[in-house]
């Protein structure tokens, strides 16, 4: 596993949990505004990679940690684009930990078998705006239909879950998060997360915006219709 770096404690990002989060490098979007680059961009990844963490070296670390923490989160980049994925949170859950996987949804495959193995307990899968925005948002061209079969796979799961877009000016308005809600209808959680400029992998992107709170109030209005629990961050 390609592992850009680790953030050693977390009690946000796996939502109850006492969690560590590793970063995977590498992603098949290009979407303009990630807060991730250096684990994005080829380039970057390239002049970083002799700093990139040893997969042993990471499981040392969880061993010594792993009576102090409750899970993992497995972000990025995608980490569904490593095809040594399964093998690696298969050696995650036999520490002991609860894995929780961020992912853009694009690999429903990898999906179908985490969870027929059942390597994960919680998944948070990004929806980037509506269908008709996807290709623009991502700067690649994205096939939804996969999108839409991994939607299904984890709201028919059991497993806990949540959807979550990042919002900005330039891509977002409140008809496009009543429809990504209406898409995510009966999910267990929509975070709605405000974008902000500080560090983006378009330079351009850092002269964009977020929204101000009474805007992110009113989607969060909207979103409720279709998911009881909305989640904003970043007002």
Do not use: W
Not at 197 to 217: A, I, N, Y
């Amino acid at each position: 596993m390609l592992i850009g770096g680790i953030q050693t404690l977390s009690l946000l990002d796996y939502p109850g949990k006492v969690s560590t989060i590793v970063f995977t490098a590498g992603c098949n979007f290009r979407c303009g505004f990630c807060h991730n680059p250096e684990f994005v961009d080829p380039e970057q990844i390239k002049k970083l990679q002799k700093d990139f963490i040893p997969e042993e070296k990471f499981f040392s670390f969880l061993e010594t940690r792993k009576n102090f923490l409750d899970g993992v989160v497995v972000s990025g980049g995608e980490p569904t684009v490593h095809p040594d994925l399964i093998s690696f949170i298969t050696k995650i859950k036999e520490l002991g930990l609860l894995v929780k996987l961020d992912t853009n949804g694009t690999n429903p495959e990898i999906i179908t078998k985490l969870l027929e193995k059942k390597l994960i307990d919680y998944f948070a899968m990004d929806i980037k705006s509506i269908p008709e925005e996807y290709n623009k948002i991502c700067a690649v061209k994205v096939n939804f239909q996969n999108i839409k079969a991994s939607r299904d796979l984890i709201l028919n799961s059991g497993i806990d879950h949540e959807f979550r877009t990042t919002v900005l000016t330039k891509f977002h308005d409140k008809a496009k998060i009543e429809a990504i809600a209406k898409f995510c209808e009966g999910a267990n959680k929509y975070t709605i997360q405000n974008f902000r400029p500080e560090k983006t992998l378009d330079e351009k992107f850092s002269r964009f915006h977020g929204f101000f709170s009474e805007e992110l109030t009113s989607f969060k209005v909207v979103a409720e219709k279709y998911v009881k629990n909305v989640v904003v961050l970043g007002d």
